[in-house]
């Protein structure tokens, strides 16, 4: 293999698929991404076996091959590098050198034979959706994944999609957040999948504001193409719980209030919250909404928001970090809130979204 390559353009590709390589892993050959080289393109893949990502770069070719390289120090020697061109080419044993203007790094490498080979995927129908609408469904349900692994099913996000629909969901079993945009054009199937929380995060690290995402389901895994970036990952077995069920029929009775407004006041409340005192009291009066905190030995607030509402006096405690989660990434300058009686949801709907919160005890 030798190949010609600006060192910015590499560094790119390096920054796509290095993310999910660890230092710390039990086969050494996970600490390397894969250099592959062939009609003008060099393929850089790296995997963690539950993950993976291939990228492409138009590169000047002398010689085709493959080899992988340790990612974490292939990244900072290429990062260090001067401006400009790269030469990079492999000697005998597996060492590969590299060079910039003055100066040669050379760095052993293992042979590609021992790297995990890229998922292929049969089926040729995809999902199309844009990036720009993936983007918002991740961003608005990724905070409510759960986290405890005893709820493996809850470590993701479930994707559905049926005719000319996408849907996203999350939960931990305290909160739920929903959101569901239009496919690109409609879909023939029906898909029903838990993403892991990690491959979502790599989704949208790649995701831009224009353009599409096609969506391609394997048996056990699922490949989403993003511009050429391919991520390829493993679907968490098992069945999502019925979130239907849970979420309350509208009401009438809704509170007006500025997004902004109603963040800020619960962030100050907040200030006063420990691990054994999180609950803030939300008192819910005509034209007014008082955010109130008391904790032991640490001390008390109260703030009285705005807001459009007139009906009857509602009081009910909260874990404030449930509301800063989801109102810092909603985008509406006011939003509408159904607070449905101390011991029930309190329940958000926009557009296309839906948030609802379980009341804590006081």
């Given at each position: ?14 920054g ?17 991404m894969?250099l ?20 492409e ?5 002398f ?53 995990p ?13 844009k ?21 493996y ?13 996408a ?7 305290r909160?739920?957040a ?5 496919l ?7 898909i ?5 929380i ?60 500025k ?15 420990t ?11 005509k034209?007014k909404?008082?955010?109130?905190k008391?904790?032991?030995d ?31 990434n ?22 296309d979204y ?9």
């Amino acid at each position: 293999m030798k190949i010609k390559v600006n060192k910015e353009e590499l560094l790119a590709g390096i920054g796509v698929v290095g993310n999910i390589v660890s230092p710390k892993t039990t086969l050494p050959i996970l600490s390397n991404m894969l250099l592959e080289v062939r009609d003008d393109i060099l393929k850089m893949n790296a995997t963690d076996l539950d993950i993976g990502i291939s990228c492409e770069l138009p590169v000047h070719i002398f010689e085709q091959g493959a080899i992988t390289v340790p990612a974490k120090k292939f990244s900072d020697i290429i990062r260090e590098l001067p401006s400009g061109e790269v030469m990079i080419y492999t000697r005998k044993n597996n060492q590969i050198e590299i060079e910039g203007t003055n100066c040669q790094f050379k760095l052993n490498g293992l042979a590609k034979d021992e790297f995990p080979k890229f998922p292929e995927f049969k089926e040729k129908d995809t999902v199309l959706i844009k990036q720009s609408d993936l983007k918002e469904m991740i961003r608005l349900t990724s905070f409510a994944v759960s986290y405890e692994e005893s709820r493996y099913v809850l470590n993701g996000i479930l994707l559905e999609v049926s005719g000319d629909a996408a849907r996203m969901v999350a939960t931990d079993g305290r909160r739920l957040a929903k959101i569901e945009k239009k496919l690109v054009q409609p879909y023939g199937k029906d898909i029903n999948i838990i993403l892991p929380i990690k491959a979502v995060g790599e989704i949208n690290r790649n995701l831009k504001d224009n353009g599409n995402c096609s969506i391609t389901l394997g048996a056990t895994q699922v490949l989403f193409n993003i511009d050429g970036v391919l991520i390829a990952t493993r679907i968490i077995e098992g069945e999502f719980p019925n979130y239907k069920q849970v979420i309350p029929k509208e009401i009438a009775a809704k509170v007006k209030v500025k997004t902004q407004d109603l963040l800020a006041a619960i962030r100050r409340a907040n200030l006063l919250s420990t691990r054994d005192f999180q609950a803030i009291k939300f008192e819910l009066f005509k034209e007014k909404l008082v955010i109130s905190k008391s904790t032991p030995d640490v001390g008390e607030s109260r703030e009285e928001v705005a807001v459009e509402y007139g009906h009857n006096e509602i009081m009910a405690g909260f874990n404030p970090q449930f509301f800063i989660d989801v109102l810092k990434n909603i985008a509406d300058e006011r939003i509408e809130m159904e607070f449905l009686g101390p011991d029930k949801p309190c329940v958000m709907r926009l557009r296309d979204y839906l948030y609802l919160a379980l009341p804590m005890r006081l």
